[in-house]
């Protein structure tokens, strides 16, 4: 059983740029979800997606968007990267309405 | 969602058991108590869920008091291995939106 993966695993942009990370959920897994978590800090909920539609959102602006594909995959989208955006980017999976969500590895975006 | 509480850091020896201990006061009656373990440049990791009285696992029990105001997570026997952030989550996770909230998390340092 394949676990969940994430790419890029690092990731340098300037601010202004877009960025486009991407996650594979763990197989039978149809609902994912995705983190920011700032360096020492907990991570922070940005939204989930199930059946490939956004199935709820925290407290991130717009330019925060999502995706979800028939295969369960998911991308994150950020536009108009800013310095704060700088953070470990986290991806989890989980069947429907299950407690334990799955963690990828993440990606480590960082934004000069 | 109920808000978490639980100590910054704790330092233990191999071997020990060590107790950590989440207050939730405002826990609702459908919420669950939900630990992580997080290592460095790592995805969190699910170790224990419960609702009420005790849950053991083949890593940790979990005793929630009658009226669900805190948690106490219970790891047996240390090793250097379990240094980790430990994050505490309560909250329905059967709702739409499948959210987890992560507080600031219990840095455990484990030394020989």
């Not at chain 1, 594909?69 to 991806?91: K, R």
């Not at chain 2, 699910?46 to 997570?73: H, M």
């Not at chain 2, 989550?89 to 030394?111: E, I, P, Q, S, W």
């Given at each position: 059983?394949t676990?969940?993966?994430?790419?890029p695993?690092?990731?340098?942009?300037?601010?202004g740029?877009q960025?486009?990370l991407?996650?594979?959920?763990q197989?039978?897994h149809n609902?994912?979800?995705?983190?920011?978590?700032?360096l020492?800090?907990?991570?922070?909920?940005?939204?989930?997606y199930?059946?490939?539609?956004e199935n709820?959102?925290?407290?991130f602006p717009?330019?925060?968007?999502?995706?979800?594909f028939?295969?369960?995959?998911?991308?994150?989208?950020?536009?108009?990267?800013?310095?704060?955006?700088?953070?470990?980017y986290?991806?989890a999976s989980s069947?429907?309405g299950?407690?334990e969500?799955?963690?990828?590895?993440?990606?480590?975006?960082?934004?000069? | 969602l109920?808000?978490?509480?639980?100590?910054?850091?704790m330092?233990?020896y191999?071997?020990?058991?060590v107790?950590?201990?989440?207050s939730?006061?405002?826990?609702?009656?459908n919420d669950?108590?939900?630990w992580?373990?997080?290592?460095?440049s790592?995805?969190?990791?699910?170790?224990?869920?419960?609702?009420?009285?005790?849950?053991?696992?083949?890593?940790?029990?979990?005793?929630i008091?009658a009226?669900?105001k805190?948690?106490?997570?219970?790891?047996?026997?240390?090793?250097?291995?379990?240094t980790?952030v430990?994050?505490?989550l309560?909250?329905d996770?059967?709702n739409?939106?499948?959210m987890?909230t992560?507080g600031?998390?219990?840095?455990?340092?484990?030394?020989?």
């Amino acid at each position: 059983e394949t676990g969940v993966t994430q790419s890029p695993t690092h990731l340098i942009k300037t601010r202004g740029q877009q960025v486009t990370l991407r996650c594979s959920s763990q197989s039978g897994h149809n609902t994912v979800s995705w983190y920011q978590q700032a360096l020492g800090q907990g991570p922070q909920f940005i939204f989930q997606y199930y059946r490939e539609e956004e199935n709820g959102r925290g407290n991130f602006p717009p330019r925060f968007s999502g995706l979800q594909f028939p295969n369960y995959s998911s991308e994150l989208n950020v536009n108009a990267l800013e310095l704060d955006d700088s953070a470990l980017y986290l991806c989890a999976s989980s069947p429907a309405g299950s407690y334990e969500q799955y963690f990828g590895p993440g990606t480590r975006l960082t934004v000069t | 969602l109920a808000k978490t509480t639980q100590p910054i850091s704790m330092d233990s020896y191999e071997g020990q058991e060590v107790n950590i201990t989440c207050s939730h006061n405002n826990i609702a009656t459908n919420d669950y108590i939900t630990w992580y373990q997080q290592f460095p440049s790592q995805g969190p990791r699910f170790i224990i869920q419960g609702y009420k009285t005790k849950v053991t696992n083949e890593v940790a029990s979990l005793f929630i008091p009658a009226d669900r105001k805190s948690s106490t997570l219970s790891l047996p026997r240390v090793s250097l291995s379990d240094t980790a952030v430990y994050y505490c989550l309560v909250g329905d996770m059967r709702n739409a939106g499948n959210m987890l909230t992560f507080g600031g998390g219990t840095r455990l340092m484990v030394k020989p």
